[in-house]
């Protein structure tokens, strides 16, 4: 392992460190590693700092300790970039990222083989104005698994936290530090005055009002794409609201906010709901008879399966839990100031009092109303 740096007087640095290849050979157990380079540097008046590791393959492999087969697994193209600095209100911001190229695995127990292309994350930290919105998404190009050889993907999930308010996060950072400082004989008696502070801290963290955002889920199949959105928001908090659960739960209802819509394609959801059902089966066939499945009952569990899929997809289409969009089933759910809706129809949440919901909120004792929940029925 070899590093290299410079430090200037006027505060910047830099660096570059360097692991070796090798390979290991041994009891049947091989690792190949291709070496490492990483570079970096950065500014220690402002904190600046940025760092770019890139590794181009590690390959293992090794005997099943069952069967005897010989596994392989292999990593490509690993690449990690990180950079960021000290901002105005003393937070520290920046950005990041994470990427394989090419995962690989060879399993022989289970006779079959994983492929995933170019996978990762990504992250970032930005300040705007006195507020910080944080954002993370997951990615992969590309699924390919099983005997079949199918592929899946591409793959997203992105996530957000917006509107957090610097200030209160550089306390929180302060007293996280005071803590994790102190002196063991120290921290127990900090503990109670901490849990105080955290409180109050998080109090000022609601009444800015903070938002959880789900900004995007897609992931393509051969069945065709799912996607999904939505977020949680809380506006008009107020400290007085937390001082029992009983007015907590009372509050809630007027303060919170929330938005999803999602679309899955008929054909994803039956194949899924199918597979399920009949893994039950088979399982509870298996335990009761205590021997394998013949062809005949293996044809009799999946036509009890489709059957099951279809039964559980219409009585959620009859419910308005979702509805139909030509190949594809969909989910629109939005809720703020106590009232409810589920695909453009008003819906009651029975674990909100009633009290708490606007009138028109509210659905009749009819069973057979669409949008009236299961518990209602």
Request: glycine share 12%; hydrophobic share 35%; net charge negative.
């Given at each position: 392992?070899?590093?290299?740096?410079?430090?200037?007087?006027?505060?910047?640095?830099?660096?570059?460190?360097?692991?070796?290849?090798?390979?290991?050979?041994?009891?049947?157990?091989?690792?190949?590693?291709?070496?490492l380079?990483?570079?970096?540097?950065?500014?220690?008046?402002?904190?600046?700092?940025?760092?770019?590791?890139?590794?181009?393959?590690?390959?293992?492999?090794?005997?099943d300790?069952?069967?005897?087969?010989?596994?392989?697994?292999?990593?490509?193209?690993?690449?990690?970039?990180?950079?960021?600095?000290?901002?105005?209100?003393?937070?520290?911001?920046?950005?990041?990222?994470m990427?394989?190229?090419?995962?690989?695995?060879?399993?022989?127990?289970?006779?079959?083989?994983?492929?995933?292309?170019?996978?990762?994350?990504?992250?970032?930290?930005?300040?705007?104005?006195?507020?910080?919105?944080?954002?993370?998404?997951?990615?992969?190009?590309?699924?390919?698994?099983g005997?079949?050889?199918?592929?899946?993907?591409?793959?997203?999930?992105?996530?957000?936290?917006?509107?957090?308010?610097?200030?209160?996060?550089?306390?929180?950072?302060?007293?996280?530090?005071?803590?994790?400082?102190?002196?063991?004989?120290?921290?127990?008696?900090?503990?109670?005055?901490?849990?105080?502070?955290?409180?109050?801290?998080?109090?000022?963290?609601?009444?800015?009002?903070?938002?959880?955002?789900?900004?995007?889920?897609?992931?393509?199949?051969?069945?065709?794409?799912?996607?999904?959105?939505?977020?949680?928001?809380?506006?008009?908090?107020?400290?007085?609201?937390l001082?029992?659960?009983q007015?907590?739960?009372?509050?809630?209802p007027?303060?919170?906010?929330?938005?999803?819509?999602?679309?899955?394609p008929?054909?994803?959801?039956?194949?899924?709901?199918?597979?399920?059902?009949?893994?039950?089966?088979?399982?509870?066939?298996?335990?009761?008879?205590?021997?394998?499945?013949?062809?005949?009952?293996?044809?009799?569990?999946?036509?009890?399966?489709?059957?099951?899929?279809?039964?559980?997809?219409?009585?959620?289409?009859?419910?308005?839990?979702?509805?139909?969009?030509?190949?594809?089933?969909?989910?629109?759910?939005?809720?703020?100031?106590?009232?409810?809706?589920?695909?453009?129809?008003?819906?009651?949440?029975?674990?909100?009092?009633?009290?708490?919901?606007?009138?028109?909120?509210?659905?009749?004792?009819?069973?057979?109303?669409?949008?009236?929940?299961?518990?209602?029925?």
């Amino acid at each position: 392992l070899s590093w290299n740096g410079t430090l200037q007087f006027g505060g910047a640095h830099q660096f570059t460190l360097q692991s070796p290849a090798f390979t290991l050979d041994d009891k049947g157990i091989q690792v190949s590693w291709a070496g490492l380079q990483a570079d970096g540097g950065g500014n220690i008046n402002d904190h600046s700092y940025q760092i770019k590791l890139r590794a181009p393959k590690l390959e293992a492999g090794g005997p099943d300790p069952v069967s005897g087969e010989q596994g392989k697994a292999l990593l490509e193209n690993i690449q990690l970039a990180v950079e960021g600095r000290r901002s105005a209100s003393g937070l520290n911001i920046g950005s990041g990222s994470m990427e394989v190229g090419k995962f690989h695995i060879t399993d022989p127990s289970k006779k079959g083989e994983v492929e995933l292309n170019q996978f990762g994350y990504t992250y970032q930290v930005k300040e705007n104005g006195q507020f910080v919105d944080l954002a993370l998404a997951y990615k992969i190009a590309g699924i390919v698994a099983g005997a079949e050889k199918k592929t899946y993907g591409p793959a997203l999930l992105e996530l957000g936290i917006g509107h957090l308010h610097a200030p209160t996060l550089l306390a929180f950072d302060k007293s996280m530090k005071g803590i994790m400082c102190a002196k063991p004989e120290q921290k127990q008696a900090m503990a109670g005055e901490m849990i105080g502070q955290w409180k109050q801290l998080s109090t000022e963290l609601l009444r800015n009002k903070p938002e959880l955002q789900l900004k995007q889920v897609r992931f393509s199949s051969p069945d065709g794409e799912l996607q999904a959105k939505g977020r949680i928001s809380i506006d008009g908090f107020e400290p007085a609201m937390l001082e029992t659960p009983q007015t907590a739960m009372a509050a809630l209802p007027g303060i919170l906010q929330v938005e999803f819509a999602g679309q899955i394609p008929e054909k994803f959801l039956m194949s899924s709901l199918r597979g399920f059902a009949l893994s039950s089966a088979r399982r509870q066939m298996m335990q009761e008879g205590g021997g394998e499945i013949d062809a005949g009952q293996m044809q009799t569990l999946q036509e009890g399966a489709e059957q099951d899929a279809r039964q559980k997809i219409g009585l959620a289409l009859a419910q308005n839990y979702i509805k139909q969009d030509g190949d594809k089933l969909s989910i629109d759910f939005k809720f703020g100031k106590g009232q409810a809706s589920l695909n453009g129809a008003p819906f009651d949440l029975p674990f909100l009092p009633q009290s708490a919901q606007a009138p028109s909120a509210q659905i009749g004792a009819d069973p057979a109303q669409p949008g009236t929940p299961p518990s209602q029925q």
